[in-house]
């Protein structure tokens, strides 16, 4: 362990390989110092000790600057040809760090703190374009700097975040970003990411972190469901080897996992990711909502609620979502097993409206759609959901997941005839009936897409389509289902019907509920259009 003494780091544990501190009797910190400390602390870190990451580092954090030391900056900026390296880092750092700070101040629910977000981002990103002109001068340069892999990594990351990050935008957004002075290019995104990974410095970590959470969650969210896991695995091995125990790195090794199908080991690493630290226990929720879907997947659904439930008790993120996601599992069991719990659903689903939260004036679109479907129970006689817990799985795109597992697939697809066998027969329909029916449809024709059984999946999406006129609420399901037959076409290989399909669903439809994800999801469909055909099973014409 260690303490702060007079503005050192006092080493108190002389068996400790990750303590080495900087020389007491140096009044100040030498950049190769610095930069070997910083390891140190990150090594601390991805060992769940962040209290002793954060001592070793405090002594030296940034100043404040002041206003008028900004403003003077702002006029008699130093030429980049001109500054030394120490100067180099630390625009490097501060570039980091406003990019940081302006996602904090997104959680604010004011338009100026927009703004403010906004400024230091489009600063953030000019900096970095100044460290990547420093570093290609540096590289020109006869004598290099010593610690030129480890500036050059740091550009790598910044530059290579941005790009991969702003092309998963749509054009229209992206052409007015670009006009702004921001780049957006995927493969050059992926390209100084790749570069900054492997350079074996200080920053490749965040570099790996970038690429993972881009293969492992922003292509699966927001993309076609298909996540890069062949190279998430390799970027992720060596810190597997290093840092077995890493809550970071069990977290990430568990979500392969699950991207892969093998449901049960990636609940045991999650498990083993809680067990491996206290302190932080943000990952802690992660792991929970994890757990959950990994369970709604297998729909062990009682399983699935108690990850729920930890989630409403103990995470502030999204208390909406929570408490909806939580209550349309609780639909899903048997009616003596919800007694157990002591849970009334039709409350659960009330309360989901007054817990919405507003960023900037604007609803969380999830949040958004979760508050419209609970509305039903709202209402003097309440219209109960139909497999809303299913409905969900899609919203966050887990069929694709469902879909490496045929024999879950196939337990889904039962839970979803019987449902639709229940409508059919259904002696007092509402006012939802017909979109009831359609949202069993799509769900249904998912399953059959993803067993092979193309024909039939076909079927259940054109019936959807076509009921477009009589759909009064979930309007979302024609768009949405118009793209998931686009995506039907490509897996037959017919890229021009595909194309034709999925830009129909972004043209002649707006206004409906997740307008803007199913907008990603085409945009990644698009650029997919022209370099493979998804890997999906193969055609069969019959069950």
Known sequence: MAHVKNGNIQKMDPEDPFLLVPDKMKSQMDLETALQDSAKALDLFLNNRFSDALDLLRPWFRKKTTMVEAITEMFYKQPADDLTEEEMHAELCYAEALLQKAALTFLDESMISFIKGGMKIRNSFLIYKECDVMSTMAKNQ????????????GVNMGIGSFNLYLSLLPSKVLRLLEWMGFSGDREVGLSQLREGAASNSLRSILSTLCLLMYHLYISVILGTGEANLEESDVLLDPYIEKFPNGALIL????????????????QKKFLECIAAQQEWRQIHHLCYWELMWSYSFQQDWLEAYQYADLLCKESKWSQAVYVFQKASILSMMPEEE?????ENVEQLFRQVESLRLRIAGKSIPTEKFAAKKAQRYSAATPVTLVIPAVEMIYVWNGFTIIGKRPELTESILVT??????????????????????????????????????????QLCFTHVISSENRIKHDCYLVPYSMYELGLLYKQQGDLGKATTTIENAKLNYKGYSMESRLHFRIHAALNTMGTSVAKLPPHRTSA
């Open 142 to 153: 006869s004598d290099q700097m010593s610690t030129q892999t480890h500036f050059r990594s």
């Open 416 to 457: 979803i005839e019987k449902a639709e066998e229940q409508l059919k027969n259904d002696p007092n329909p509402s006012e939802y009936h017909v979109d009831n029916q359609c949202m069993v449809q799509m769900l249904k024709g998912l399953c059959l897409r993803h067993l092979g059984l193309l024909d039939q999946a």
């Open 251 to 266: 977290f990430y090794q568990a979500r392969i996992a699950v991207l892969k199908g093998n449901f049960e080991f990636a």
């Open 338 to 342: 919800v007694k157990k719990t002591g």
